[in-house]
């Protein structure tokens, strides 16, 4: 039984907090539709370069914006990666609604669509048939020997249960960071195996509303120091040798630093973003929120009496507020009531 050895340090505690109260904070700040429609487009863009990058695609983000805006016809194999994993991630958000499980379906569906059009087709969407090696980039020898591929199945399983059984238990985040290394350690496919995991780890984090699909790019933490996250979450050895030896302290606090980095990063370009001549909110638009805070809703007949503004700029003003998704209309006419959403 997968049993991974690991200690609540005073780094990880305190970045558990940290990630915590960063989370809290921009769950409860407002932001207009129309950031968030930028930034869910560059958080994709900075995903699928990122995670592509670190296994060696040589495609600038320059070229991964471009190319995920065209989506040409005739396509090399390191776009191909690239449109496969941006796929990956529009499919994944549009059903992370119904609560994804982690579990031996997901990572099939995911590592399918990664590796479409680049691997055989039995091995795609298909566990490993053979054995795997991982190679130093700069001595290419050998540094790990991962299990084999009859144990693959069974360790998986192993992980899935760990999951089940402890997600009403342990902090959501423990739980993602073990899955994301302990899956590079069993390696459970001939390719993908990063990629398929960086997704699979997006899911884990949605439980402790980390939203990592839309605005988060925990990918591009990595991508910054590539041998510092490789020698963070590896392993140097022979499976059967180290398994039971593996302390995952060092990585849990690596993978949360990341993880402060990444939310760091967006809350100050949210912060940014949110300040434009489009969003700017004026004294007017400020009677109408504090009347619904005080009141739980406002009418044009109201706002007429607390306002010296025409009807149409009137209407002006609570049209700008629905575009900024602050309120929303209810009911038509002289019926309509404005409240907060």
Do not use: C
């Not at 992980?159 to 899955?179: C, H, Q, R």
């Not at 939310?263 to 109408?288: E, F, G």
């Amino acid at each position: 039984m997968f049993d991974p050895k690991y200690t609540i340090s005073p780094k990880l505690l305190a970045n558990i907090k940290k990630i915590s109260t960063l989370i809290f904070d921009l769950n409860n700040k407002r932001f207009p539709k129309l950031i968030f429609v930028e930034m869910e487009r560059k958080a994709r863009e900075i995903s699928a370069h990122a995670s592509t990058s670190i296994e060696g695609n040589p495609l600038p983000l320059t070229d991964v914006k471009e190319l995920l805006k065209t989506h040409p016809r005739s396509i090399r194999d390191s776009e191909r990666e690239v449109l496969n994993y941006n796929e990956a991630l529009i499919q994944l958000n549009s059903a992370k609604k119904d609560r994804l499980n982690f579990d031996f379906e997901l990572i099939l569906d995911i590592q399918k669509i990664i590796t479409q059009g680049l691997l055989p087709k039995l091995q795609n969407g298909k566990l490993r048939k053979a054995p795997v090696f991982v190679n130093d980039p700069r001595s290419g020898k050998t540094i790990y020997w991962p299990p084999d591929d009859k144990d693959v199945q069974p360790l998986l399983k192993e992980l899935f249960t760990y999951v089940e059984k402890n997600k009403s238990e342990l902090d959501p985040l423990i739980i993602a960071g073990i899955v994301h290394k302990q899956f590079v350690i069993i390696h459970p496919f001939i390719d993908g195996n990063g990629r398929t995991v960086r997704l699979a780890t997006k899911v884990l984090l949605a439980a402790v509303g980390l939203d990592t699909f839309n605005l988060f790019s925990f990918e591009n933490y990595y991508n910054q120091n590539v041998s510092s996250y490789f020698q963070h979450v590896g392993v140097q050895g022979n499976y059967y040798d180290i398994a039971r030896k593996i302390d995952f302290t060092p990585w849990l606090e690596y993978f949360t630093d990341g993880i402060i980095d990444e939310l760091l990063r967006v809350s100050k370009i949210l912060q940014i973003a949110s300040i434009t001549p489009k969003t700017i909110l004026q004294k007017h638009h400020h009677l109408i929120l504090n009347h619904i805070k005080e009141n739980g809703f406002i009418t044009d007949k109201i706002y007429a009496t607390i306002t010296e503004r025409a009807k149409p700029t009137r209407n002006l003003d609570f049209n700008k507020l629905i575009e900024l998704d602050l309120i929303e209309r209810i009911g038509k006419g002289k019926a309509t009531i404005y409240k907060s959403k």
